[in-house]
């Protein structure tokens, strides 16, 4: 009796959960090594100097069309 329990829980119930189980750890290890390249791309490269100048140029800009938009005409 033991054995068909075993047998019927390995046959129907064992490979979904293996699979699930499976794919999570595979999709957060692909994540945790996309992220840990994304991390060491930015570090090394300063690529943080490069898109802080491009925010505080569009913020310059953005105040100089206000502006100039905000003058009486």
């Not at 994540?31 to 060491?40: D, E, K, M, R, S």
């Amino acid at each position: 009796m033991m054995s068909l329990a075993k047998q019927m829980y390995d046959y129907y119930v064992k490979p979904y959960l293996g699979e699930k189980g499976q794919d999570m750890v595979e999709y957060a290890l692909m994540l945790a090594i996309i992220v840990g390249i994304g991390w060491l791309i930015y570090q090394q490269s300063g690529i943080a100097n490069s898109i802080n100048n491009v925010f505080t140029n569009a913020s310059n800009l953005m105040e100089a069309a206000n502006s100039q938009s905000a003058k009486p005409q």
